[in-house]
């Protein structure tokens, strides 16, 4: 069970919004460490889609957002894409400077 | 920009230990911090540790001290040894550049071990 928490799994048809949530508590998140997120395509290692909590490496298109607030942190995915289905993970780092990641959330579009 | 290459057995039986390299290529591995990452099949992501180029070490405690991080600088290489594996230790195994607090951007693509007798 991760520490973590994220929703199983997200759908939405091509064109849409979604998010995504990753819950945490006041031992990570929560204690001001920042949080990332990933895509993990089928068969692939996964790929930072975002870091630092809102911020996105060169190549991300500008339709995948990231946001954090208290324990919480969200990824926001708009028009939404054939391409972009595959797991995505948050990831953040507790009080013992343990990693910690998200259970994974599979994102199906329909 | 770096490139990461894990190497090693992709079978191990239960109660030995797994060893896995990785190579690190277009970089230097001085200076950075470097990390392994599992993957169960059809599972989530698994932080095991990392490691800084100059030896100091943090490991995921869930591991109860079964994990040792190395790493070898003329190499260019850090390595994993994981002791007393069981089949719950069967993953895609990659190793990662940095510790994560900025995000992990750089990864190797991954190898599977399975533990079976």
């Known amino acids: 069970q991760s520490v973590l928490t994220q929703p199983p799994s997200v759908s939405g048809a091509p064109g849409e919004r979604v998010t995504i949530s990753c819950t945490g508590d006041?031992?990570?998140?929560?204690?001001?460490?920042?949080v990332h997120w990933y895509q993990q395509l089928p068969g692939t290692a996964p790929k930072l889609l975002i870091f630092?909590?809102?911020n996105r490496p060169s190549g991300v298109p500008d339709r995948f957002s990231g946001s954090k607030s208290g324990t919480s942190a969200s990824l926001a995915i708009t028009g939404l894409q054939a391409e972009d289905e595959g797991d995505y993970y948050c990831?953040?780092?507790?009080?013992?400077?343990?990693?910690?990641f998200g259970g994974g959330t599979k994102l199906t579009v329909l | 920009q770096v490139r990461l290459q894990e190497s090693g057995p992709g079978l191990v039986k239960p109660s030995e230990t797994l060893s896995l390299t990785c190579t690190v290529s277009?970089?230097?591995?001085?200076?950075?911090?470097w990390s392994w990452i599992r993957q169960p099949p059809g599972k989530g992501l698994e932080w095991i540790g990392y490691?800084?180029?100059?030896?100091?070490?943090i490991y995921n405690p869930s591991f109860n001290s079964r994990v040792t991080i190395s790493v070898d600088t003329s190499k260019n290489q850090f390595s994993l040894r994981l002791k007393s594996v069981t089949s719950a230790d069967t993953a895609v195994y990659y190793c990662?550049?940095?510790?994560?607090?900025?995000?992990?951007?750089?990864w190797g693509q991954g190898t599977l071990v399975t533990v079976s007798s």
């Open positions: 990662v550049k940095g510790r994560g607090y900025s995000g992990y951007e750089y």
């Open positions: 277009s970089g230097s591995i001085s200076g950075h911090y």
């Open positions: 490691i800084y180029f100059s030896g100091g070490t």
């Open positions: 006041n031992s990570n998140i929560g204690a001001d460490y920042d």
């Open positions: 630092r909590n809102a």
């Open positions: 990831q953040s780092y507790d009080n013992r400077l343990s990693g910690l």
